[in-house]
């Protein structure tokens, strides 16, 4: 392994360890699986492992007083409510759709 699938790997294990759930790449379906049924065997070497993906959520990003800041949407509406126009501005080109896990 170099080191960083050693990283990443440990990354993993660690989600797993903290009560994460993991999927495990199915080379004859070609698809990642559950691997949650049982313990996980961690043989890196022949089995691919990744934190299990459970969602994508957009962050919108606001400039509050020149801070560049990423809200969810719940965060959005609160700053809208919180700041007046001249403290806050919309930038939805700095947005980012990011991947939640469990």
Do not use: F
């Not at 993991?22 to 004859?28: A, G, I, N, P, Q």
């Not at 299990?52 to 719940?74: C, R, S």
């Not at 700041?83 to 939640?100: I, Q």
């Amino acid at each position: 392994m170099t080191r960083e699938e050693t990283l990443e790997a440990i990354k993993v294990m660690q989600h797993y360890a903290d009560g994460g759930e993991v999927e495990l790449y199915d080379s004859c379906s070609e698809e990642w699986v559950d691997a949650n049924g049982k313990e996980p065997s961690w043989i890196w070497t022949y089995n691919k492992y990744r934190m299990k993906k459970t969602n994508k959520i957009k962050l919108e990003a606001w400039l509050i007083h020149g801070k560049l800041e990423l809200l969810t949407e719940d965060e959005s509406l609160a700053v809208q409510a919180r700041y007046g126009a001249r403290e806050r501005e919309r930038v939805p080109s700095e947005d980012k759709l990011v991947e939640v896990y469990e």
